[in-house]
């Protein structure tokens, strides 16, 4: 009996090296499936600089798988005319890229000032997350803004001190932050926040709300607290926040049981 005759040894080394390196193989990925969730809270905010814009980075991707790098973000920019027509498509610019660099964790936040704006004026913005070269997300919610100086700090708070609460009052504003008078007729809120003598991160009680006085139930009887209040006005949907108050502070009150009487 004949045997069959043995391939080229070279053809041998060759299969072999070839399936080892093509290793094993998965089923191809769609284009777009690795990309990252897109922003769904993009948001503005009036200070005295400009426009402070916030929003949360995802932290999955379109698949629901973690995302383990942000890149960067592109931020879209249009200015809508005074007296453009309403529902046409603004006119984005060039996005500005803004450097990430890091695994986005649940809580945090990306801050960017735009200082490049003018009162009455709105603005129109959209985020994209960019993971890496070619792989960036869905356009973010898009948000229109306007830019009006905020109110200047509230006045003459003052913290009283009672049995497990602080009874807070103050004056509200008589200028804005670029030195007009207020007119008496506008409407403000306020937001307060507090924090205790022994921690350093402010913490918001309650607001905005309408009013110059707040009770601080939240007290625990003989601890120091600090306040302190800001004025928010709201123009054409965008809220202009204030700097804040001077600080007032207050120890909320313990009361003794009275003795029992003597007989």
């Known amino acids: 009996m004949r045997r069959g005759r043995r391939p080229p040894l070279a053809g041998v080394l060759f299969a072999a090296l070839t399936l080892a390196g093509c290793g094993l193989k998965d089923r191809p990925v ?3 499936t690795l990309a990252p969730r897109p922003v769904t809270d993009l948001a503005a905010t009036a200070v005295p600089e400009g426009l402070e814009l916030t929003w949360s980075p995802p932290t999955r991707d379109v698949r629901g798988h973690a995302l383990l ?6 931020l879209y920019r249009a200015e809508l005319p005074p007296d453009g027509c309403e529902g046409c498509p603004p006119a984005f610019t060039a996005p500005v890229s803004l450097p990430y660099g890091r695994r986005p964790r649940p809580g945090d936040k990306v801050r960017h000032l735009d200082r490049d704006v003018a009162p ?3 603005y129109v913005y959209e985020v994209r997350v960019v993971k890496g070269w070619r792989t960036a997300s869905a356009p973010s919610n898009r948000l229109v803004a306007a830019w009006h100086p905020p109110p200047g700090p509230p006045a003459g708070l003052a913290a009283e001190r009672r049995e497990r609460l602080v009874r807070l009052s103050w004056r509200r504003p008589e200028r804005w932050a670029d030195g007009r008078p207020i007119d008496p007729g506008t409407q403000l809120a306020y937001l307060v926040e507090r924090r205790a003598e022994a921690e350093g ?3 918001r009680l309650a ?7 707040f009770l601080d139930r939240a007290v ?3 601890r120091a607290y ?4 800001r004025a928010v006005f709201t123009f ?8 804040p108050s001077p600080e007032a502070a207050a120890v909320p009150e313990i009361r003794l049981p009275l003795p029992a009487p003597r007989r």
């Open 69 to 74: 790098h942000v890149e960067s973000f592109d």
């Open 207 to 213: 607001g905005p709300r309408p009013g110059t006085a």
């Open 201 to 203: 991160a402010w913490i």
């Open 226 to 229: 600090r306040y302190r209040v």
């Open 220 to 222: 625990r009887a003989g």
């Open 30 to 32: 769609p284009p777009g």
């Open 236 to 243: 054409q949907g965008t809220p202009a926040v204030g700097p």
């Open 120 to 122: 009455g004026h709105r």
